[in-house]
């Protein structure tokens, strides 16, 4: 069974920086795709960002700048570097690992964001 992990969320003023890291263990070789999404109260989730296998990276137009992903296939983690941080990146940040094109992949339980003064 493959298990996602989130942390590194919190309380940050606008302004400010975090770095969510999301470690993949068990039955895992490698995968497709790694996304970011998020989500904040009453709205749809958000794809934030996303990293191929091969280390190909894109970004919604929201973080595009501010936001980078990366990946330790060593470690087995994916991180979302998070600068410039505004009220509006306050979200639930969930990352999704795709090992399969086209399967919806497995996800983890999210980490709270809050930007806040």
């Known amino acids: 069974q493959v298990r996602l992990v989130e942390s590194g969320g919190g309380l940050v003023q606008p302004g400010g920086s975090l770095r969510l890291s999301c470690v993949v263990s068990?039955?895992?070789?490698?995968?497709?795709?790694m996304k970011w999404y998020r989500q904040a109260p009453g709205k749809e989730r958000e794809l934030v960002a996303a990293i191929t296998g091969g280390g190909n990276v894109s970004y919604g137009d929201s973080v595009k700048g501010r936001f980078t992903i990366s990946s330790d296939k060593a470690r087995s983690t994916a991180y979302l570097q998070m600068n410039s941080l505004k009220p509006d990146d306050a979200a639930v940040y969930y990352c999704?690992?795709?090992?399969?094109?086209?399967?919806?992949?497995?996800w983890g339980q999210g980490t709270q964001v809050t930007v806040s003064s």
């Open positions: 068990g039955r895992f070789v490698s995968f497709n795709v």
């Open positions: 999704n690992m795709i090992q399969v094109p086209g399967t919806t992949g497995y």
